[in-house]
């Protein structure tokens, strides 16, 4: 009796001649088989955690013996989908079977960084919902932290095809950047909800979501960093039905503005018009807080109405709401006045608003699901809860233009921990490309102690410019042994590697060279090599001395080397004499010639002639003589 009685009631969307429901949509994009490169649409699931604003690169895996992934994925616990790929695992799953947010609980579990749903039909994308609440017996729902999307039948098939053939890694890039507006500096959104607590897990869920989130909402709306509006959904009664006493009871203004009745059972307890009305009244809260520039104070009040006044405990109502507006000091008679007459057979400003923003306008489509939130015009797909929410708000800003709560530690997505977020790192340093934002993460090589990394990011990163020997041989190779260290980096190269002197390999890996065996050196008669770390030693035969230039032996004691080398030592002290005398009797000469000229010059006049070829020769040391005059 109940059900055709609840029939009564219309939601305004339903009877709208363009009622439609958006299909929220992120992009994929295949990088890899190169035959495969393409871009496709794909739509957001409604639970866990889209990317919003950001992107995810990662690698196909597909499961064979678990397609549709409602078992879990345990039977393998340490590697359950056979890839060699160190990036992101991203599992394809077949629809059906079981429910769409099972599938992605098992998935995650395994390891999997999102998961993609393949339609088993063709049809246009459809938004995979979360079931009720008989279904989630175990909270998983809530613990769904990854992203998940639906996609067509055809791009699914063609995708698990080139996975299962496994020539090489299916590398997808899922993008959300475009999935949220972010035209300016300020965000517009607005909640759609409900006052009434007493309808089960979504009631709990939009509370609880109102509690956790309305710190951040607070500072984002004290900073002028956001714009919210708190929407209510209303229903109306169908003319003919006006009188009937269900819609009296489920109804105020005549049958204008109704809501089902909480407890689904007419008569006894609380019935719709108490919900309406609660629900007008906050409204009303935010209208009246707002014209005085405190629109914040409606999730105050709201949270506070929640706590003292739930319906589960009998306490929703009239005098109980009226207490909460005082002890936060909002005006009580300016919000009885914004509610009006409930009795009056007039429509009511704030009510009538509440409907026609109902419809869907431009890219927001119709709000038919409670609780909704719409972020930039857009509805927002994935888990009510706070630093999911938060993300796609940030993401909602134009870039640059975050305030700084989108930049704080609180919206680190830690997805960095879980492989390094399938990105560079280097095992020996821990340096790595990956890079915790609110967009998700991002792979760029990092600058790190003052020496900045360069490289696509993912596969590799190299330390580059002045100071990256210092850090960890700059990626090259290096080796300590004996006591000595030795490596293939150099300062004197701005970028690359090189094995050293002795050392072969791609500078990233340098084995010692071992002359002896190669041929390289050591090829006198008789000599006996022997390979050392970075060298080699060489013995020649009998007393021989090795000369290692030359790569020949030479006589050590034999009287003709020795007198040769005294030969030489003598020739070479010989003409070190020479010079030196020759140098000193040349200096000493003209000292000599200059000094007697001077003294000369003080007693007998030189003619004219000698002295200027002396001022020619020697000009310095005649002024110094001539100054003693
Ligand atoms: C993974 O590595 C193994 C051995 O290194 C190789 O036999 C196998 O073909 C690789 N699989 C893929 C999918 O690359
Ligand atoms: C709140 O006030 C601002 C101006 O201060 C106005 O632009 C905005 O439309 C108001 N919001 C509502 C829901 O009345
Ligand atoms: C609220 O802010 C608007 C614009 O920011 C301003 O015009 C208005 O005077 C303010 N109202 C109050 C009560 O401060
Ligand atoms: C590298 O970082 C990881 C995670 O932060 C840590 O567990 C590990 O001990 C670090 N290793 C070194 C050598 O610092």
Redesign the pocket.
Same mark, same amino acid.
């Given at each position: 009796m109940s059900r055709s009685l609840l029939g009564v009631l219309f939601c305004v969307v339903l009877v709208s001649v363009n009622g439609r429901f958006v299909v929220e949509k992120e992009s994929i994009r295949v990088l890899s088989p190169y035959k495969l490169r393409s871009k496709h649409d794909a739509a957001i699931g409604n639970f866990g955690v889209p990317e919003y604003g950001g992107s995810m690169v990662g690698s196909m895996v597909y499961s064979h013996q678990n397609s549709y992934a409602c078992k879990p994925f345990d039977e393998e616990k340490k590697q359950p989908f056979k890839t060699n790929s160190t990036r992101l695992h991203i599992l394809i799953v077949d629809r059906g079977e079981c429910f769409f947010a099972l599938k992605v609980w098992n998935a995650q579990q395994a390891g999997a960084a999102a998961v993609l749903v393949t339609d088993d039909r063709d049809e246009p994308l459809i938004t995979m919902e979360s079931p009720g609440e008989s279904a989630d017996a175990d909270g998983y729902i809530d613990k769904i932290g990854i992203p998940s999307a639906l996609i067509d039948r055809s791009f699914g098939e063609t995708l698990k095809a080139a996975v299962q053939k496994a020539e090489e890694d299916v590398v997808i890039k899922l993008d959300w950047r475009e999935s949220m507006p972010n035209p300016d500096q300020r965000v517009e959104y607005e909640f759609w909800t409900n006052s009434n607590d007493e309808c089960g897990i979504r009631c709990d869920e939009q509370m609880n979501f109102v509690k956790d989130f309305k710190g951040h909402a607070q500072i984002l709306e004290k900073g002028g960093y956001t714009?919210f509006?708190p929407h209510y959904i209303t229903w109306f009664c169908p003319a003919p039905f006006i009188l009937s006493d269900q819609c009296k009871s489920q109804c105020i203004n005549h049958g204008r503005y109704c809501a089902p009745d909480p407890e689904k059972n007419f008569g006894t307890g609380y019935q719709g018009k108490d919900v309406v009305f609660e629900n007008l009244r906050q409204l009303c809260v935010?209208?009246v807080a %707002?014209?005085s %520039?405190k629109?914040w104070v409606w999730w105050d009040f709201v949270t506070d109405f929640h706590i003292r006044c739930s319906m589960k405990e009998k306490r929703y109502s009239k005098e109980c709401a009226e207490d909460v507006l005082k002890s936060l000091n909002l005006p009580i008679e300016k919000i009885k006045d914004c509610m009006g007459d409930p009795e009056a057979d007039v429509e009511n400003d704030v009510l009538k608003i509440e409907q026609d923003r109902q419809v869907g306008r431009g890219s927001r489509g119709d709000v038919t699901i409670l609780p909704t939130l719409v972020i930039n015009d857009v509805q927002y797909r994935g888990k009510l809860e706070r630093t999911a929410v938060l993300k796609a708000l940030c993401a909602g800003f134009q870039e640059t233009t975050e305030p700084p709560i989108c930049l704080s530690g609180d919206m680190e997505t830690n997805q960095c921990l879980e492989r390094n977020g399938g990105c560079w790192r280097d095992s020996k340093s821990n340096i790595t490309a990956c890079k915790d934002t609110f967009r998700g993460r991002v792979c760029e090589c990092p600058v790190a102690n003052g020496v900045q990394y360069k490289g696509d990011g993912y596969m590799s990163c190299e330390a580059f410019g002045p100071g990256r020997c210092a850090i960890n041989s700059g990626g090259c190779w290096s080796e300590t042994k004996y006591g000595q260290t030795l490596s293939a980096c150099s300062d004197s190269d701005i970028t690359g590697c090189r094995c050293p002197h002795g050392f072969q390999g791609d500078g990233h890996k340098c084995e010692d060279i071992n002359e002896c065996s190669e041929g390289l050196a050591c090829q006198c008669e008789g000599c006996s090599c022997k390979n050392t770390w970075g060298g080699y030693g060489c013995k020649c035969k009998g007393e021989k001395l090795y000369i290692m230039e030359q790569d020949t032996c030479i006589e050590r004691n034999s009287t003709k080397f020795g007198w040769f080398l005294a030969l030489l030592i003598l020739g070479a002290v010989v003409s070190a004499a020479f010079a030196g005398y020759i140098f000193y009797k040349y200096r000493f000469r003209s000292y000599m010639d200059s000094e007697v000229m001077a003294i000369m010059s003080q007693y007998m006049p030189l003619d004219s002639q000698h002295h200027n070829q002396v001022t020619q020769h020697e000009n310095g040391s005649l002024r110094q003589g001539s100054s003693g005059v």
């Open positions: 714009m509006t935010h209208r %707002n014209e %520039n629109s």
